[in-house]
């Protein structure tokens, strides 16, 4: 995918998390979006536009909105390669890698934002960070399968295929 794309939907889900979303939490939890941009984009498509767009609106949510600057950017940056590496060994077009690489992302990200917080003597409380997580996992692999299913990649069936009927996009 182009940076110019890219840039569009990073651009959007600032935005949306900054603005919109906070009206519509559930149980007080927000999905954060550029998250699951920075898995998405690093994950499925070949580049380092997740890791680059993940680092500069990773500052500019630390410099909006956190007491430290910097903790997001790296932690995106540091997922975004991992989840880079990982797009070698997994296969892209199966919904259950997105499951595991958009809940691998979201658990290492919470988990070292609270010990870079705690590194710094924030007050955050680990068993209330692991209180929110199954709800942010769930809303994270919820954006994850919309956006793979409406812009994500996915394997070309030809008719020439013999195991082809129709227009299915996945197999029953």
């Known amino acids: ?34 998250l699951c941009f920075t898995i998405l984009f690093s994950f499925l498509y070949k580049g380092y536009q997740g890791a680059v767009y993940g680092v500069i609106f990773g500052l500019l949510q630390d410099i ?5 600057i910097g903790p997001s950017a790296i932690l995106y940056l540091l997922i975004a390669l991992l989840m880079a590496e990982i797009r070698h060994y997994l296969y892209r077009d ?25 590194i710094f003597k924030g007050n955050y409380s680990f068993m209330y960070m692991l209180k929110n997580v199954p709800i942010l996992l769930a809303l994270h692999f919820a954006i994850a399968v919309i956006f793979y299913l409406t812009v994500g990649k996915r ?10 009927k129709g227009r299915k996009l996945y197999a029953d």
């Open 1 to 34: 995918m182009k940076y110019s794309s890219a840039l569009i939907f990073f651009l959007a889900g600032f935005l949306l998390q900054s603005t919109l979303v906070l009206n519509f939490s559930i149980a007080g939890i927000t999905p954060n979006f550029l």
């Open 64 to 68: 909006a909105f956190s007491v430290l």
């Open 94 to 118: 199966s919904i259950l890698n997105m499951l595991f690489t958009s809940s691998l992302g979201t658990m290492l990200y919470y988990i070292g934002l609270w010990l870079i917080l705690m």
């Open 155 to 164: 394997s070309i069936r030809h008719p020439q295929d013999r195991y082809y």
